[in-house]
């Protein structure tokens, strides 16, 4: 069975930095891409950042600069650098994943950024 297991995220001060991690287990594929959705209080999901298997990337016009997009293959691990943290990042952000045609999503971590 296919897993994703979100890490790292907590309660920091504004303009801090967070790293999360996310680990797929029981799969030996990698997956075709990897990445990073958040959802704020009383709002929609949306589009953190994303990374294929050939190592492409994207991100929300509004994160780019201040976030990062990483993956580690031979552990089937993505992970987001997120730097000068403001409330407005404040949320639970997801890993997801796509391998071959389905979709997988983590439970969720919680991000929240005190000003």
């Known amino acids: 069975q296919v897993q994703l297991m979100e890490s790292g995220g907590g309660l920091v001060q504004a303009g801090a930095s967070l790293r999360l991690s996310c680990a797929a287990s029981?799969?030996?594929?990698?997956?075709?891409?990897m990445g990073w959705y958040r959802q704020a209080p009383g709002k929609q999901r949306e589009l953190v950042a994303t990374m294929t298997k050939e190592g492409s990337t994207n991100y929300a016009d509004s994160l780019k600069g201040r976030f990062t997009i990483s993956r580690d293959y031979a552990k089937n691990t993505v992970y987001l650098q997120m730097n000068s943290l403001t409330p407005e990042d404040t949320g639970v952000y997801f890993c997801?994943?796509?391998?071959?045609?389905?979709?997988?999503w983590g439970q969720g971590t919680q991000v929240t950024v005190s000003s």
């Open positions: 997801a994943g796509t391998l071959v045609v389905r979709d997988y």
């Open positions: 029981g799969s030996v594929f990698v997956f075709n891409v």
